[in-house]
């Protein structure tokens, strides 16, 4: 439930200047405005399951986006009720919507895939039919090699740039000059994973298979291990497990029972630490930047 300094469940994450949006809770939008982030920029939203905590942000944003100038079309995507959801609400609510909304329910797999980056989609347990999501960057073209490019007789100019892009070109002698031998080996991109709601099992670290960033729910303490059981819900403790086990770089905890105050996550936090010292307590507006590995 929401408290006073303690919003829902929502992540955003800002990558080449696009925004994807993972959960909508109660009090995104305010989250938003006081990041001085425009939500006419957000690309896509990505919903985990139909429980309110995790949606009822929604028509709100879509309202809240019909009052800025969008001509793009905002995708979201989640189980298929949510199309049902998003449907009854605009027509109770009578919302005027300037935009094209296009709604995709999802299935476990490939979800989006571009020429930069794959979402990805898999199953969780949970009492609800419950998704996670892992935003995974392609492979970047190697270092270009300007010596290389030189010995290879490839003046300086738009070949340069057709080459970092994988392109191969003529050089000034005629020959075919393709980038594998102007550039380096290819380096890897960024993945960030988003996990909530679900009972623990063990192939939950195999979907955040190395993840640089992995944002899972650890909703109690590990006393409390069979009403996290019994409410298919997880601790702090078994996140930091998935995480360990995944390879991942950084976990960032949410989803608290409100049992706990600011001040006893740090129970949590120890709990997790204990496991993957790597682990950070999310609060409210806070950011993370994700480096590049190389």
């Known amino acids: 439930m929401p408290l006073p300094n303690r ?5 955003l994450v800002r990558r080449e200047g696009q925004l994807f949006l993972f959960d909508c809770g109660e009090g995104t939008q305010v989250s938003l405005k006081m990041l001085n982030l425009s939500w006419k920029h957000i690309h896509s939203v990505f919903i985990s399951h139909m429980h309110a905590d995790h949606v009822t942000g929604l028509p709100g944003l879509l309202m809240l986006s019909s ?8 995708y979201i995507y989640g189980p298929s009720r949510l199309g049902e959801y998003i449907e009854s609400s605009r027509r109770i609510l009578d919302m005027y919507i300037n935009y094209e909304i296009i709604f995709t329910p ?4 490939v979800l989006v895939e571009t020429d930069e980056y794959t979402v990805n989609c898999f199953m969780l347990k949970h009492t609800k039919i419950c998704y996670g999501y892992s935003l995974v960057e392609k492979q970047r073209p190697g270092e270009f090699s300007v010596e290389k490019a030189i010995l290879n007789k490839v003046e300086k100019g738009p070949k340069w740039s057709l080459l970092q892009h994988g392109v191969a070109v003529e050089n000034s002698q005629g020959q075919i000059i393709t980038p594998d031998m102007i550039l380096g080996p290819k380096r890897s991109g960024r993945k960030f994973t988003y996990m909530t709601d679900s009972l623990y099992f063990p192939e939950m670290a195999d979907y955040a298979h190395d993840s640089d960033i992995l944002f899972c729910e650890g909703m109690f303490e590990h006393a409390l291990v069979d009403d996290a059981r019994e409410k298919k819900h997880m601790t702090a403790f078994q996140a930091a497990m998935v995480a360990r086990d995944a390879g991942a770089a950084k976990l960032c905890l949410q989803h608290y029972s409100p049992r706990y105050s600011d001040r006893e996550l740090k129970i949590l936090l120890a709990e ?7 682990t950070v307590l999310t609060k409210d507006r806070m950011s993370f930047t994700i480096p590049l590995k190389d």
């Open 106 to 109: 999802v299935e476990e797999g």
């Open 67 to 74: 009052q800025v100038d969008r001509s793009e079309p905002l």
């Open 7 to 11: 919003f829902l469940t929502s992540v």
């Open 272 to 278: 997790a630490r204990e496991i993957f010292p790597e």
